[in-house]
């Protein structure tokens, strides 16, 4: 998760812990355990809490995003855009952070999210995928809508 421009540091080649790897970028679809006992890592530029630690400090090599775990029901999906990032949990619901500008985080405000946030516009709706852009969102709920 998280943006490139801003690193002073080259994150070319990111080292990985040595862990097994449940999905990126490209795939189908996950199944609804999804990331179940998985670890969300992430690295890279944070000046926007992008990465999803609450920090606002790049990270030159992969770091446990801790937020995610807390969630009541495993991941089945994750993007990130430019500045921001989201995920969508095996209930549906979907969850963002990091630059809030030009409403793509989908909250009521333009306040920059630190950690993972409800968005609760779409608490009524069962997301299934999510997808980032450099300054949009999108989403598909169970559907296909």
Do not use: T
């Amino acid at each position: 998760a998280g943006g490139g421009g801003g690193a002073r540091r080259n994150m070319d080649h990111p080292s990985w812990p040595r862990r097994k790897v449940a999905d990126v970028s490209g795939r189908d679809r996950l199944e609804p355990e999804g990331f179940e006992g998985c670890r969300v890592m992430a690295w890279g530029c944070a000046h926007n809490y992008q990465l999803g630690d609450g920090g606002y400090l790049a990270q030159a090599s992969p770091i446990h995003i801790k937020s995610l775990d807390r969630l009541e029901a495993p991941l089945v999906d994750l993007a990130a855009g430019g500045d921001h990032s989201m995920a969508v949990d095996a209930e549906g619901m979907l969850y963002s952070w990091g630059l809030a500008e030009l409403g793509r985080l989908g909250h009521e405000s333009e306040n920059d999210v630190q950690l993972p946030r409800l968005v609760l516009a779409m608490r009524n709706v069962r997301v299934v995928s999510v997808a980032c852009g450099m300054y949009n969102s999108a989403c598909i709920d169970d559907r296909f809508r």
